[in-house]
């Protein structure tokens, strides 16, 4: 059996004063993947499913990008002293603290990630049809292209400018390559042209991707062999590419096509990604859906997920809070103040019911974030589906962007109102109010956890946005605060 061999050292330059023909470049520690993996459909599926863990490895989508970092940016969380997160939530990017460190795994993470990607590309187009059906390869390759489009996308997201103000400088590469050289710094626009052509690409070859005329199929327990192109949602789908290309167009300033675009997902959402009965996310159940899992549209396995829990959200990591050791003060928990104000007090919101409680196994009165809570198996030893999966995205930002693309006031409450009364908010919204700030209100009780509210709060170019450790106050946001320099720590002259 073929080993899969991805472990890479990000280096390469980018400083004020370099030319622009100077290169980002990326050195191998081993070989990226053994060109022998794609002598075999097995191997070549193995190949594809070690760039999924990858995905969610806690410098990526298993931790820095959706629950901790980049949730702590969007100041969701108290620091009230020392603490593992205390400069990344006062946006300190060069202070040599952990969040420094942070920055650069997710640097070198995400085109580590990338440089895999672009050769499992270069790999699996030449292949012959005696490894793999000439569907397989298309499948394959769709998700491929998809995922390269949704982790440069947030690398833009979080390296780039806040691109509402048209900078045109040249600031990130994007790699296409099966090679160490990343490419040529790209300005904005350009970046954004090559994200979505890739997203043309994916859906191109995606177009007869099984979800969409089987949807998301359970995993077969008998057959496990047949399980690769089932359970469409743990994977880039179809649909997961048709919602970035949504998200994509939105964050150019491009309403009319992004309403289009997610309409198109909207249209067929009923059947494919139905709302979560409220039944199964009540706290007195066993194992309650508590990330909405019927509704999620990409979220691959993360077989880690449970430690995101352990290590940041269960109230035992606030036991050695003061001890003067950042790292030991890992508790990542809101302000009552701020939790009720985001909930807006509004105790049978399901998201609110099902994702906060106060932790009984610790001496604490204050409520946790439970969304990742271990789940446990039954009398038989089987966990539930869900156990495992890490939202990355989910039906209802789908109705967010129509809301906020469609000139329609009215129509714009019916997409919000939709979302509110699967979420068990039974008051409706109307054409008289401020949709912007519900839509704004919707994406703090929403995504937590999930690590979109920063880019929602960059994307507008909020001017200041409310202070996690202070009930009372917000943070002045600047384009310089939006915009993480490059880890310096990863760059010298080339």
Partial sequence: MNKIKISLLVTGCILALTSCNKYLDVQ??????????FSSASSIQKALNGIYIKMVAEELYGGNLTATTVDV????YNFPGVHRFASASKYKYTDGSLFQKDISNIWGSAFTLILNINQFIAGVKNVSTSVLTTQEKEWMLGEAYGLRAYVAFDIFRLFGPVYSTGSTTAVLPYPELPETKLGELL????????????????????????IIQLGVQPFDTEDISANFFKARNRRMNYYAVKTLQARIQLYMGDKENALKT????????????????????RSNISNPDRVFSREILFGPENPLRN???QSYFGASNYLQSGSGDPNSNTLLAPLASRLNEFYENQ???????????????????????TKFTPLTASNAGVFPAFRNIQPLMRISELFYIAAECTPDKQQAATYLNEVRSNRGILNPLSATDNITNEITKEYRKEFWGEGQLFFYYKRNNFASIPAGSSAN????MTSGLYMIPLPLSETQYR
């Fill in 28 to 37: 191998p520690v081993d070989k990226m993947i053994d060109q022998q993996v």
């Fill in 347 to 369: 105790e049978n919101d399901f998201r609110l019911r099902s994702s906060w409680a106060i932790d009984r196994t610790a001496n604490y009165n204050f409520k946790v974030f």
């Fill in 307 to 309: 430690l995101l829990f």
């Fill in 473 to 476: 106050s917000n943070i002045t």
């Fill in 187 to 210: 300005p904005p626009a350009r970046f954004m042209d090559l994200l979505l052509r890739d997203c043309s690409t994916a859906l191109e070859l995606l177009q007869q991707d099984p």
């Fill in 73 to 76: 940016m969007a100041q969701y």
């Fill in 262 to 281: 997610a309409l198109e997902v909207i249209n067929i959402a009923s059947n494919k990604f139905p709302w979560t009965p409220e039944t199964d996310t």
